[in-house]
C-alpha cells in the first residue's frame, strides 16, 4: 500500500539514559532514514522523553508521538499532561489502546473526548480498536488494528485477517489503517504489503533502535 506509517510505541520503558542510549543509536541511521522518503516513521516515547526524542528528531523525517492524553483541557487535573502541553513536543497521540482500556478502564467516551480534544489542539490521534465493531470517534483519520492476542505475545494475526479487517475500517470511513501486535523485521512486510494496510504499530521490537530500524527497511 502506498502510505507506509511505522509507529513506535515505547510504552513504560526507558529512563532518560537509555532514551538517550536509544536515540543515539538510532541516529547512527539518519542518513539512510532521510532517504526513506515514502515512509513516515513516528516515534511515541513517554512523556519523560518527549523532550529528548523531539529536540533529537528536530529537522528530520521522524515524527513524534505521545503514548496518552488527558480528556481535559489545563485545569486542577493532578497528574495528567493535556494535548495543549502535548503539542509543544508531538504531532501525535495514541488513543483507545487496549493496556489503557484495561488496565486505567478508559471508556468509549472518555476515548471521544480525548479524540475531541486531541483534534481540538492539532494533534493527529492513531486510533486503536481491537475488532470489529469498534466505536471510532469521529475526526480520526488513522486506525490501528491491534486484536489483544497478538500484544507482545510473538503471535501476531494472519495478514489475511487483518487486511480483511482493514477492509472493513475503511467502508466506514476513508482511514489510514495500521497493523500492530508481534511486529517484527521478519515479519513486518507480510502486512505492509497488503492491499489495506498502511503501516504498522510496533511495541516490543521497538525496544531495540536497531530492530525498528530494520522494521522501518523491511516494512
Ligand atoms: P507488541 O505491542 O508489538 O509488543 O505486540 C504492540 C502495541 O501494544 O502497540
Redesign the pocket.
Known amino acids: 500500500m502506498s502510505t507506509n506509517l511505522i509507529v513506535a510505541?515505547i510504552?513504560s520503558y526507558e529512563t532518560l539514559e537509555e532514551g538517550n542510549f536509544w536515540i543515539e543509536k538510532f541516529l547512527a541511521h539518519k542518513d539512510s532514514l532521510s532517504a526513506l522518503t515514502q515512509k513516515e516513521i513516528v516515534i511515541c516515547p513517554p512523556f519523560t522523553l518527549l523532550l529528548s526524542f523531539s529536540s533529537a528528531f528536530l529537522g528530520t523525517n521522524i515524527k513524534i508521538g505521545a503514548q496518552n492524553v488527558s480528556p481535559f483541557n489545563e485545569g486542577a487535573y493532578t497528574g495528567e499532561i493535556n494535548a495543549k502541553q502535548i503539542k509543544d513536543f508531538a504531532e501525535y497521540v495514541?488513543i483507545g489502546?487496549?493496556?489503557r482500556r484495561k488496565f486505567f478502564a478508559e471508556t468509549e467516551d472518555m476515548l471521544k473526548k480525548k479524540t475531541e480534544i486531541s483534534l481540538k489542539n492539532g494533534l493527529k490521534p492513531i486510533f486503536?480498536v481491537q475488532g470489529k465493531n469498534a466505536i471510532i470517534p469521529q475526526g480520526v483519520g488513522v486506525v490501528?488494528y491491534?486484536p489483544v492476542f497478538?500484544?507482545?505475545?510473538g503471535n501476531?494475526d494472519t495478514p489475511e485477517n487483518a487486511d480483511e479487517l482493514a477492509e472493513v475500517l475503511k467502508s466506514e470511513n476513508d482511514y489510514l489503517v495500521l497493523y500492530?501486535?508481534?511486529?517484527t523485521s521478519e515479519n513486518v512486510k507480510n502486512f505492509t504489503s497488503k492491499a489495506n494496510i498502511n503501516g504498522v504499530?510496533?511495541?516490543?521490537?521497538?525496544l531495540d533502535p536497531e530492530e525498528f530500524y530494520k522494521i522501518i527497511e523491511n516494512a
Do not use: F, Q, R
Open positions: 510505541n510504552k495514541l489502546h487496549s493496556e486503536l490501528a491491534e497478538a500484544i507482545g505475545s501476531p500492530g501486535g508481534s511486529v504499530l510496533v511495541g516490543g521490537a521497538s
